[in-house]
């Protein structure tokens, strides 16, 4: 079983920093992309930021300059720093990776979400 936990959220105020980290665990062999979504009330999930296991990265328009996203491979953990927030970044923050996993003796392919987590920049 595959699972991704999310943690850093919260509450900050606009122009202010937050680090969301997100940790997948399970009988993982590799993982290719890992990124970052977001949601907010009444629009559709967005992505963020995204990275291959090579580093390339790619960011949202919204997001680029203020938001880094970084991983460690070894860790099997995907990192958003996310700098100079706005109002308008708030939202439920998604990690999500796209990885081949083992399932008893059988090796699959997957993409996993984790559960979110909240981001709200107000003053």
């Known amino acids: 079983q595959v699972q991704l936990v999310e943690s850093g959220g919260g509450l900050v105020q606009p122009g202010g920093s937050l680090r969301l980290s997100c940790a997948a665990s399970?009988?993982?062999?590799?993982?290719?992309?890992m990124g970052w979504y977001r949601q907010a009330p009444g629009r559709q999930r967005e992505l963020v930021a995204a990275?291959?296991?090579?580093?390339?990265?790619n960011y949202a328009d919204s997001v680029k300059g203020r938001f880094t996203i970084s991983r460690d491979n070894a860790k099997n953990t995907v990192y958003l720093q996310m700098n100079s927030l706005k109002p308008e970044d708030t939202a439920v923050y998604y990690c999500?990776?796209?990885?081949?996993?083992?399932?008893?003796?059988?090796?699959?392919?997957?993409?996993?979400w984790g559960q979110g987590t909240q981001v709200t920049v107000s003053s």
């Open positions: 990275i291959t296991s090579g580093g390339s990265t």
């Open positions: 999500n990776a796209a990885l081949r996993y083992y399932s008893g003796s059988y090796l699959r392919r997957g993409d996993y």
């Open positions: 399970g009988s993982i062999l590799s993982i290719n992309v």
